[in-house]
């Protein structure tokens, strides 16, 4: 079939116009010229007419209810029985009203997820982990024999009474149970104990604390499934975007 020249002139325009950049639009033209420090941290003017949900709200709406401790975690007897023996160790300290969080819920379409929630506030959340199939032993130390120097054993013990006295860790053993004495070099049965470090905060002479909980060969964080504790945030865009 021969080609006539307007058959030419058409491939030519058609051609051009696939490379032919396409015009932006005009949000997308204020962006660009925003300092790139600045960029998605400005917002337009809001439309009232816009229902304001963030990302982890709307996760909630198709989220699978939170998972429970699977039953061969309860083969774990020893674990069990210190749990159980020793209340005081694993008090479940929130600042939420489960009662209360139940009640102001009750209409959020997914219930089920909503009442696994209010059972974690209640009995603990299970974070997904599976400490029989590994042959772990029931209890591990791995936070070794570090000697701190004066500063950071300080720094620890006005950390340790801080977190104390606002119920986010235990009492030692010489206080809840003093037939045991103090804590020393012994764990409970079912127990695992990671490494902590004083690590220099920037610029600053304070330190902060990091416990490492991928330390050892059976680590806290090797029981946890990598596949089911993604989670859904609002980010810093977020809440500029409900704040305009």
């Known amino acids: 079939m021969a080609i006539t020249a307007v058959d030419r002139v058409a491939a030519?325009?058609?051609?051009?116009?696939s490379t032919i950049k396409r015009r932006r639009e005009p949000e997308e033209e204020r962006s660009s010229k925003r300092p790139r420090w600045a960029r998605g941290l400005l917002w337009d003017e809001p439309d009232?007419?816009?229902?304001?949900?963030?990302?982890?709200?709307?996760?909630t709406i198709s989220?699978?209810?939170?998972?429970r401790p699977p039953a061969s975690e309860y083969d774990n007897t020893e674990a069990v029985h210190t749990i159980q023996s020793h209340p005081d160790l694993f008090k479940i300290v929130t600042p939420i009203n489960p009662e209360r969080f139940l009640d102001i819920l009750r209409n959020h379409p997914n219930q089920a997820?909503?009442?696994s929630v209010y059972l974690g506030l209640k009995e603990g959340f299970w974070p997904l982990a599976d400490t029989q199939s590994s042959g772990a032993p029931s209890t591990a130390d791995y936070s070794g024999n570090t000697h701190w120097s004066d500063d950071k054993l300080r720094f620890y013990e006005e950390t340790r009474d801080e977190e104390v006295a606002e119920n986010r860790w235990s009492r030692n053993f010489a206080y809840s149970y003093p037939e045991y004495g103090n804590f020393g070099p012994d764990l409970l049965p079912g127990m695992y104990s990671s490494p902590v470090f004083a690590v220099p905060k920037p610029h600053s002479a304070k330190f902060r604390m990091v416990?490492?909980?991928?330390?050892?060969?059976?680590?806290l964080n090797s029981f946890i499934s990598?596949?089911?504790v993604a989670t859904k945030l609002d980010n810093v865009q977020h809440l500029g975007h409900f704040l305009r």
Not at 12 to 17: G, V
Not at 63 to 67: H, M, S, V
Request: a negative charge; proline letters at 8%.
């Open 12 to 17: 030519h325009l058609t051609q051009s116009a």
């Open 211 to 219: 416990v490492d909980h991928s330390a050892g060969e059976h680590s």
């Open 48 to 59: 009232c007419t816009e229902y304001l949900v963030g990302p982890a709200i709307q996760a």
């Open 113 to 115: 997820y909503v009442k």
């Open 63 to 67: 989220a699978y209810p939170l998972p």
């Open 226 to 228: 990598r596949y089911g």
